[in-house]
């Protein structure tokens, strides 16, 4: 139990995570001593299970890669909330998880049981919050006004669910990562629309198999189709992102930026490019290994997002240089954002020393370009980019310079 994975985690971190396995299984424990047990819940949950398991298979076909996969498990979690007992909707993820695990990746298992905890919380919530409101004999509304008030609360209860399982998952992220965004981590658009259609689908299947468990046969295609859409949009999001980074690929990133250069030009707007080049990163891939120097990318990374504006575009350009596009900056508050991203980027450790104060920091050398009338269109830009950036190398490095005027054609000394 010692070489537990889990031990490794911050302390809070590890205190969180164990606190909502905790509060999962007691939760568990509690629900099943209110429970009335019928037979149709029963088949019911079972048949809500194959659900379930049905997307686990379509996951396990599909390939995805390792990491967070987004799938269509909230559609039949949702139905358990609305028309079982608080008990099956907290037992459910965790048949979920056993399968993901064996059938699709094997994944730290203290990731899986909280995973399985902080659903079938926010699950089981949705389903006290729903069976607590509403006390009729029937389980389906009678009359129109009792139709929209089912609906309405429906609606509710599944929000609720999101609400609670966000708030619990995002809360971990942010105790692992105090730089990552909350938008990011919620998917931005395509996440929230994905999880509407998810709380939409997850009502109407509810609806459906009130009336009989055999009407989940027909809304399995739905979630079937749910999870494809889903699975684009990740795939969509991987193939627009720099894998070992997260940030944007420079193709992607070339593509965007070009378009906000263009319109800036047309508007008259002031807009500037910084392209950051991490100092002697050959050197820390040789003297520290390949794996050190990922790590270095991905602090660079993380705190370029930290410190931009909403706005601002960072991109991974190639190798260990990254690229950045500043909306609404002409070239003096082009280099303020650049010398304070260059101070907070002096804070990264490299792997080496003894103790934590002798341990050496990187530097970064950054070169900034700010549209003017000689400037034309993005590869202007990037040229007078480049060649600051040259001028900050020159310099001795660990330094910011902006670009005088643009250059014809981009230097490529190193």
């Known amino acids: 139990m010692r070489r537990w994975p889990l031990w490794q985690l911050r302390p809070r971190l590890r205190a969180y995570v164990l606190a909502v396995i905790v509060t999962g299984g007691g939760a568990v424990i509690v629900a099943a001593a209110f ?11 079972a048949f809500l299970l194959a659900f379930g398991a049905v997307t686990v298979e379509t996951a396990r076909r599909a390939g995805e890669p ?80 009792g ?28 105790l692992d990562d105090p730089a990552a965004r909350t938008r990011d981590l919620l998917g931005g658009r395509e996440g929230l629309a994905n999880d509407t259609a998810e709380v939409c689908v997850g009502v109407l299947v509810a609806f459906a198999a009130a009336i009989t468990p055999l009407m989940l046969i027909v809304a399995l295609p739905c979630g079937t189709l749910l999870q494809r859409s889903a699975s684009h949009a990740q795939l969509l999001h991987a193939s627009r ?32 490019v910084a392209m950051v080049d991490i ?8 003297t520290y290994g390949h794996l050190a120097g990922d790590g270095v990318l991905q602090a660079v990374a993380r ?44 804070v990264i450790p490299l792997p080496g020393g003894s103790e934590a104060g002798d341990r050496p920091h990187i530097t970064v050398s950054i070169g900034v370009a700010a549209l003017t009338d000689g400037i034309s269109d993005l590869t202007d830009l990037l040229a007078a980019a480049d060649t ?25 000394a190193r």
């Not at 070009?258 to 319109?263: D, K, M, N, T």
């Not at 100092?279 to 040789?286: G, Q, W």
């Open 35 to 45: 429970t009335p047990w019928r037979a149709r819940d029963g088949v019911v949950y």
């Open 66 to 145: 390792a990491g967070g996969i987004k799938d269509a498990q909230g559609v039949w979690e949702i139905a358990a909330a609305l028309l079982l007992p608080p008990f099956y909707a907290l037992t459910g993820p965790i048949v979920v998880f056993v399968l993901l695990q064996w059938r699709v990746r094997r994944s730290l298992a203290y990731r899986r049981v909280f995973s399985a905890a902080a659903i079938g919380l926010s699950t089981g919530a949705a389903s006290l919050a729903f069976h607590s409101a509403w006390r009729r004999p029937a389980l389906l509304p009678a009359g129109r006004s």
């Open 147 to 174: 139709a929209l008030a089912w609906v309405v609360l429906a609606i509710a209860c599944a929000v609720l669910r999101f609400v609670v399982n966000s708030a619990l998952v995002v809360s971990a992220i942010k």
């Open 241 to 272: 992102t720099d894998a070992k980074t997260g940030l944007l690929a420079a193709v992607t990133w070339q593509r965007e930026a070009a378009v906000q250069v263009a319109r800036a030009l047309r508007t008259r707007t002031p807009l500037a």
């Open 279 to 286: 100092d002697h990163f050959k050197a820390v891939n040789d």
């Open 303 to 346: 705190i370029l997002s930290a410190g931009m504006r909403e706005y601002d575009l960072a991109g991974r350009f190639g190798g260990e240089e990254f690229s950045l596009l500043l909306p609404h900056a002409d070239g003096t508050e082009a280099l303020s954002i650049a010398e304070r991203l260059r101070a907070a980027l002096a």
């Open 388 to 412: 600051a950036l040259y001028r900050a190398k020159r310099s001795g490095r660990n330094a910011v310079r902006l670009a005088d005027h643009p250059p014809a054609r981009p230097e490529q």
